[in-house]
């Protein structure tokens, strides 16, 4: 079974500061990847997805990811911090199931707060 | 797209009584998903429609739990005899037919309150 793994469940940076956001998988096959965000009172929203064209892959709002298959790792970026980046953040990796039914797994979440 | 859309945005009941939650998916989406938050987690994945059929239940959906997607439109979750555990955000999502690398829409969600 696929699993994801976010290894800090806060984050807290300054404004115009680097983010970070650090994930790592487990796959028994090449997986697909993701990151979501949820911001308050608001639907989860997707930031990007890994689909193995290219290991950088750049989402909305500034945010990036690198897929590194040594690592197990799928961690995300932005260069500069932003208030309204302020959420909480869920890399998730998609899954088969039963019936070749679809899933995704969702890690336990990082919650990012962005200091003035 | 209009998004998918859940209803109702907030439910309180008593604990005992059955409620129903539905869900209208992005029209042309054939997957309608069901996923359950509770607080400070991760969102746990409830069950799969591929058109009108369930294709999967997780344990975590107990005989209490139903779920229905009739004629492959949207979806309803019925909880019977509510405990206080079931408290929680209720999150449908929908996608598109494709690989493991198709997006999922999700809705704003449902938020149950058992008191």
């Known amino acids: 079974a696929q699993s994801v793994t976010q290894l800090d469940s806060h984050v807290s940076v300054s404004e115009g500061t680097p983010v970070l956001l650090r994930c790592n998988y487990s796959s028994s096959y090449s997986p697909s990847l993701f990151w979501y965000v949820q911001h308050p009172n608001k639907g989860l929203q997707l930031l990007l997805k890994?689909?193995?064209?290219?290991?950088l892959v750049k989402g909305i709002n500034g945010f990036e990811a690198e897929f590194k298959k040594s690592e197990t790792s799928f961690h995300l970026t932005k260069p500069s911090a932003h208030m309204s980046d302020a959420a909480e953040y869920f890399c998730?990796?998609?899954?088969?199931?039963?019936?070749?039914?679809?899933?995704?797994?969702f890690g336990s979440g990082t919650r990012l707060l962005v200091r003035p | 797209d209009t998004g998918v859309s859940q209803d109702p945005r907030h439910k309180i009941t008593k604990r005992g009584q059955n409620v129903t939650f539905r869900c209208d998916p992005i029209s042309e989406h054939n997957r309608l998903y069901w996923y359950r938050q509770t607080l400070g987690q991760g969102p746990e994945f409830l069950t799969y429609?591929?058109?009108?059929?369930?294709?999967?239940k997780s344990r975590l959906l107990s005989d209490r739990f139903s779920a229905e997607r009739p004629k492959g439109s949207f979806s309803t979750l019925e909880i019977q005899r509510t405990e206080q555990g079931d408290s929680a955000m209720y999150l449908c999502a929908s996608s598109r037919v494709g690989g493991l690398n198709t997006e999922a829409f999700f809705g704003q969600g449902t938020r149950l309150t058992v008191v």
């Open positions: 998730v990796v998609s899954d088969l199931g039963v019936d070749s039914s679809y899933k995704l797994i």
């Open positions: 429609f591929q058109n009108e059929a369930q294709l999967e």
């Open positions: 890994y689909t193995s064209a290219a290991t």
